[in-house]
T-cell receptor, first 112, second 114 residues
């Protein structure tokens, strides 16, 4: 069975600072994907970034990067130069043979 | 329209009612999913359809009945629900099933069972 652990229920960060959201995972699959989603208060889940289990380089998408450490089963999300609009719930997720398994999320609040 | 749409956005129903949630994707994808998001709990996968065939039923009670008439449409039929079924129900789609495709989510239906 797959498991995702997000150990930070909430975080407060000053605007323009970099943010690291932690995610560890557990799986017996050899091929899997790791994803980060953002969920604003409106409820919609917004895809941010993807990392494949066989990818050797860390994924980057604009201000988002994924710090993938396979041996440690870690897939942390880094947001550079945070903005007020980054305030939201952030979910780490893993995909295997059947759909996505989500963590409990981190509530990120960016302060001016 | 673009992306994944869901209707209605909000629904209040009694325990004896029958209602349906609708999801439509305009992305040309072949896999569609239903998720349940309850307060303070991770998203829970309910159903998976890949090329209109149901490939996953994650031990969901029979009072939830999915229907996928084609690759663009997905329904969740609800009957005799319980108050604990109140939640945000999210629909998603991906190009196909499998672990390496991101899923695109709709805005969700906020369901309240009274």
């Amino acid at each position: 069975a797959q498991k995702i652990t997000q150990t930070q229920p909430g975080m407060f960060v000053q605007e323009k600072e970099a943010v690291t959201l932690d995610c560890t995972y557990d799986t017996s699959d050899q091929s899997y994907g790791l994803f980060w989603y953002k969920q604003p208060s409106s409820g919609e889940m917004i895809f941010l970034i993807y990392q494949g289990s066989y990818d050797e380089q860390n994924a980057t998408e604009g201000r988002y990067s994924l710090n993938f450490q396979k041996a440690r089963k870690s897939a942390n999300l880094v947001i550079s130069a945070s903005q007020l609009g980054d305030s939201a719930m952030y979910f780490c997720a893993m995909s295997g043979a059947d759909g996505l398994t989500f963590g409990k999320g981190t509530h990120l609040i960016i302060q001016p | 329209e673009t992306g994944v749409t869901q209707t209605p956005r909000h629904l209040v129903m009694g325990m004896t009612n029958k209602k349906s949630l609708k999801c439509e994707q305009h992305l040309g994808h072949n896999a569609m999913y239903w998720y349940k998001q309850s307060a303070k709990k991770p998203l829970e996968l309910m159903f998976v359809y890949n090329f209109k065939e149901q490939t996953e039923n994650n031990s969901v009670p029979s009072r939830f009945s999915p229907e996928c008439p084609n690759s663009s449409h997905l329904f969740l039929h609800l009957h005799t629900l319980q108050p604990e079924d109140s939640a945000l129900y999210l629909c998603a789609s991906s190009p196909t099933g499998g672990p390496h495709y991101e899923q695109y989510f709709g805005p969700g239906t906020r369901l309240t069972v009274t």
